[in-house]
């Protein structure tokens, strides 16, 4: 192997999760930020979670009410002039 081309390994980089659980492991960063760990992903816990971090679940919940809104009113044109 080449010198000098490989980043550093740390033996001991600290895995922090957004659930607040940490714990050691080896990795060329010191210090890694996740937001789901094994004591908080659906998988190991058998509870549901939703995880959006860019708010892409609530971008979709008011496109879609919208689109519920503009069905709505148009059956609701499509009534009225059907009745006159």
Request: some cysteine; charged content about 35%.
């Amino acid at each position: 192997m080449k010198d000098k081309i490989h980043p550093k390994y740390h033996e001991d980089a600290k895995v922090i999760c957004g659930c607040g659980h940490s714990f050691s492991t080896g990795s060329t960063v010191k210090e890694l930020h996740v937001e789901v760990c094994s004591s908080c992903h659906p998988l190991f816990t058998g509870t549901q979670k939703m995880v959006d971090s860019r708010g892409r679940v609530d971008r979709f919940k008011r496109i879609r009410e919208k689109s519920i809104a503009k069905a709505t009113a148009k059956l609701i044109h499509k009534k009225s002039k059907a009745e006159k």
